[in-house]
């Protein structure tokens, strides 16, 4: 029986501003990263993702990002490697005692926006935030890009790692993220997003932006919670794999 587990990056409202849908996609979902604070959400939002996600009997992450609340987490910023262990430990021990005073408890970090970007990218970096995750809780799943440095940073620190796709993002052919600043880099189309889920778990392969098929490997499925497709995405991937016998499971 082949598994999946289909994450969303939730809880990223903070103030009086909404951001995504979270209550009606919470439900199709098995795994939720929450915001911690700094790139978006709050203390009072953390508490309501959590209290709905173990409603919902879906497994709970912290959702660390730069300290960019303007840019949502998205601009990449000038950090050392110790600096960004510190971000994400601070941040990580914020939703895990969000979580436990909930009474349910964290079981995985998935890094948001630009700092996820880099952390794939550069071995070092990702080295030190598996590091300062490690030294918090070694049981904690480190959900990572697909192929990128995480994975092979996390394998070598001793950190659970799981592998990450994305039904709404555009691949280079090296199996990075194509940038959102570039033309195509996000999949709005619902059919095109399915078909793309189906194939990376089914066959473990993508179309890269440039046509080319490149393999990947598939543990968990994203959707982002404040895309405006978020909850027809996650309705119509969970019919989909389904229907192609794939069975969801939290990380």
């Known amino acids: 029986m082949k598994t999946i587990d289909l994450n969303c990056d939730l809880g990223e409202s903070f103030g009086a501003y909404t951001i995504g849908d979270d209550a009606h996609v919470i439900p199709f979902i098995t795994s939720a990263n929450v915001a911690c ?20 009997g879906v497994s709970v992450g912290a959702h660390p990002g730069f300290p960019d609340l303007l840019g949502f987490g998205r601009r990449n ?45 550069d071995y070092k970096l990702a080295v030190a935030i598996c590091q300062g995750i490690a030294a918090m809780d ?5 959900l990572a890009l697909s192929g990128s440095e995480m994975v092979r940073a996390a394998r070598d620190v001793g950190l659970p790692v799981a592998q990450e796709i994305f039904a709404d993002r555009a691949y280079e052919p090296d199996g990075r993220l194509v940038a959102r ?13 399915v078909r793309r889920v189906v194939g990376m778990v089914c066959d473990g392969t993508v ?9 990947i490997q598939a543990d968990s499925i994203c959707v982002h919670g404040d895309g405006p497709k978020a909850l027809a ?7 989909a794999l389904a229907e ?6 939290a990380l």
């Not at 990580?92 to 990218?121: P, W």
């Not at 600043?181 to 095109?192: L, T, V, W």
């Not at 179309?207 to 393999?215: D, L």
């Not at 192609?244 to 499971?249: G, L, N």
Request: proline share 3%.
């Open 138 to 142: 070694q049981s904690l799943v480190f």
């Open 233 to 239: 995405f996650v309705e119509r991937i969970r019919i």
């Open 207 to 215: 179309e890269a932006i440039t046509g080319e098929k490149i393999s």
């Open 181 to 193: 600043s570039k033309p195509g880099a996000m999949i709005h189309n619902e059919d095109e997003a």
């Open 37 to 56: 604070g700094w790139h978006g959400g709050d203390p009072l939002v953390m508490t309501e993702t959590f209290s709905r996600c173990k409603a919902a």
């Open 77 to 121: 910023l000038a950090v050392s490697p110790e600096e960004a262990k510190a971000y994400v430990q601070y941040q990580v021990s914020a939703a895990r005692g969000m979580a436990e005073a909930q009474g349910i408890k964290l079981r995985h970090v998935k890094l948001h926006g630009a700092l996820y970007n880099m952390a794939g990218a």
């Open 244 to 249: 192609a016998s794939i069975h969801f499971k």
